[in-house]
């Protein structure tokens, strides 16, 4: 059954009794050194940096977005027991910042220089000292400042600010864009397991911290039908700490063992299949070996918005969009915002309703930033009082200050 309810700024649908999804699950996930989840947890950190300054200096976030960065690999050159860089990875802030308010500089290139530099220096170490920095950041106004006499457009100064009385979202937010967030709960086992392994083998864990040869750049596409499960795994090595052919091919005997043990934990009863490093060719050293534990060491790119979704999942079965959140300014980026306002709001559907909840959430660019446009909400359970998800909705809507608090002091892991 649906409900189309009339709301200030646009509709609410309500879908009860909705199927619920199916059991074939396929899903991917990118690992912390991923090129691609380099460029989008970058990309974020320079947005909450950048933040954090104008909000202590001027005490407003000015405008930003730094959320079309990318990442060009550089050279290694890999040996049993050793190894090193040949040439260094290009890290492309690409995006806009606002440089000054009220003729007071802002020393953005400082700010992204020490924030990379950190950045590396925790997730990649051996990268850290091979950077090469390369601006691209405008404060280029918006499309729409049409130049009428002598007056200068209000537009304009939206990335030039005299005062942060310049800032329209000051007074209201506003919907930057036209755009889609997605959000689905709850998770199934397989879907639960998948990014339990990822961080197991690319985070810190008691297999890595025992393990020191294991490097980060871990991506996993599965399958799983709810009985059996097809998984291919890539687990790079570092060189310098695999002494030979036999101690790289022990090491992945190590990996696959965990595989098993964890499944063995998380999918009782169920037929768990493991292809790990498919491309290794042992007779040939062609192996999943590298300097830095990630294959941005070598040729490989990173670009925000390429790899996971704000859920972390890759989930092509599931609602998804493609949106790059990363790195977009979290005051008014509905990209940014509407995604994880709608997964906030599908788990607390899901626990309210006890079934699975999908909830859309699609805005109109200048309409205020609570007032989606379009709010689908599609509940499995097929008894739900509507008024109650009509709070919960607008009880969401109402939170996008908190929430980017949140996104400012680094309370927010995205992907």
Same mark, same amino acid.
């Given at each position: 059954m649906r409900e189309?309810?009339?709301?200030e700024?646009?509709?609410?649908?309500?879908?009860?009794?909705?199927?619920k999804?199916?059991?074939?699950?396929?899903v991917?996930r990118k690992g912390?050194?991923?090129?691609?989840?380099?460029?989008?947890h970058?990309?974020?950190r320079?947005?909450?940096?950048y933040?954090?300054y104008?909000?202590?200096?001027?005490g407003a976030v000015?405008h930003?977005?730094?959320d079309k960065?990318?990442?060009?690999g550089g050279?290694?050159e890999v040996r049993?027991g050793?190894g090193r860089?040949?040439?260094?990875?290009?890290v492309?802030?690409?995006g806009?910042?606002?440089p000054?308010?009220g003729?007071?500089?802002?020393?953005?290139?400082?700010?992204v220089?020490a924030?990379?530099g950190?950045?590396?220096?925790?997730?990649?170490?051996?990268v850290? !000292?091979h950077l090469?920095?390369?601006?691209?950041?405008?404060?280029?106004s918006s499309?729409?400042?049409?130049?009428?006499g002598?007056a200068v457009?209000?537009?304009?100064?939206?990335f030039?600010?005299?005062?942060?009385d310049d800032l329209r979202?000051?007074r209201?937010?506003?919907?930057?864009?036209?755009?889609l967030g997605?959000?689905w709960?709850?998770?199934?086992p397989?879907?639960?397991?998948?990014?339990?392994l990822?961080?197991h083998?690319?985070g810190e864990?008691?297999?890595t911290l025992?393990h020191a040869w294991c490097?980060s750049?871990?991506?996993l596409m599965?399958?799983?039908?709810?009985e059996?499960a097809?998984?291919?795994l890539c687990?790079?090595q570092k060189s310098?700490l695999?002494?030979?052919?036999?101690e790289y091919v022990?090491?992945t005997?190590s990996v696959?063992? !965990?595989?098993?043990?964890l499944a063995?934990?998380?999918?009782?009863?169920?037929e768990?299949r493991f292809?790990?490093?498919?491309r290794d060719?042992?007779e040939k050293?062609e192996?999943y070996?590298?300097?830095?534990?990630?294959?941005?060491e070598?040729?490989?790119?990173?670009?925000?918005?390429?790899?996971?979704?704000?859920?972390g999942?890759i989930?092509p079965?599931?609602?998804?969009?493609?949106?790059?959140?990363n790195?977009?300014n979290p005051?008014?980026h509905?990209g940014?915002?509407?995604n994880?306002?709608?997964?906030?709001?599908a788990?607390?559907?899901?626990e309210?309703?006890d079934?699975h909840?999908?909830?859309h959430?699609?805005?109109?660019t200048?309409?205020r930033?609570d007032?989606?446009?379009?709010i689908?909400v599609?509940?499995s359970?097929?008894?739900?009082?509507?008024?109650?998800v009509q709070a919960l909705?607008a009880?969401?809507?109402?939170?996008?200050?908190a929430l980017?608090d949140e996104l400012?002091s680094?309370?927010?892991?995205l992907?």
């Amino acid at each position: 059954m649906r409900e189309t309810i009339t709301t200030e700024g646009g509709y609410l649908s309500v879908e009860t009794g909705a199927a619920k999804p199916g059991a074939t699950t396929i899903v991917e996930r990118k690992g912390l050194g991923h090129p691609d989840t380099l460029a989008d947890h970058l990309a974020e950190r320079l947005s909450r940096a950048y933040s954090r300054y104008t909000v202590e200096r001027f005490g407003a976030v000015l405008h930003h977005n730094f959320d079309k960065l990318a990442l060009l690999g550089g050279a290694s050159e890999v040996r049993y027991g050793a190894g090193r860089m040949t040439a260094p990875v290009r890290v492309l802030v690409n995006g806009r910042a606002a440089p000054m308010c009220g003729g007071e500089k802002i020393p953005v290139e400082e700010i992204v220089v020490a924030e990379v530099g950190a950045f590396f220096a925790e997730r990649l170490p051996e990268v850290s !000292e091979h950077l090469n920095i390369t601006f691209n950041i405008t404060s280029n106004s918006s499309p729409g400042a049409v130049l009428t006499g002598d007056a200068v457009p209000d537009r304009t100064r939206w990335f030039n600010p005299r005062s942060i009385d310049d800032l329209r979202e000051r007074r209201v937010r506003l919907s930057n864009d036209t755009s889609l967030g997605t959000g689905w709960a709850p998770e199934n086992p397989f879907e639960l397991f998948v990014r339990e392994l990822v961080d197991h083998f690319s985070g810190e864990s008691d297999f890595t911290l025992s393990h020191a040869w294991c490097g980060s750049d871990v991506k996993l596409m599965g399958y799983w039908d709810g009985e059996q499960a097809d998984v291919v795994l890539c687990v790079p090595q570092k060189s310098r700490l695999v002494a030979s052919r036999a101690e790289y091919v022990r090491n992945t005997e190590s990996v696959l063992a !965990e595989c098993h043990r964890l499944a063995g934990l998380r999918l009782p009863g169920a037929e768990t299949r493991f292809r790990l490093n498919a491309r290794d060719v042992p007779e040939k050293d062609e192996l999943y070996l590298t300097y830095t534990g990630s294959s941005i060491e070598s040729g490989d790119e990173g670009v925000v918005g390429r790899g996971n979704r704000v859920n972390g999942l890759i989930t092509p079965l599931r609602p998804m969009n493609l949106e790059g959140a990363n790195g977009k300014n979290p005051v008014y980026h509905v990209g940014k915002l509407y995604n994880i306002a709608a997964q906030r709001l599908a788990q607390r559907l899901h626990e309210a309703t006890d079934g699975h909840a999908e909830v859309h959430l699609v805005s109109t660019t200048g309409q205020r930033l609570d007032q989606p446009w379009r709010i689908l909400v599609r509940l499995s359970s097929p008894e739900v009082e509507t008024d109650k998800v009509q709070a919960l909705v607008a009880e969401s809507l109402e939170g996008f200050p908190a929430l980017t608090d949140e996104l400012v002091s680094d309370g927010i892991v995205l992907s």
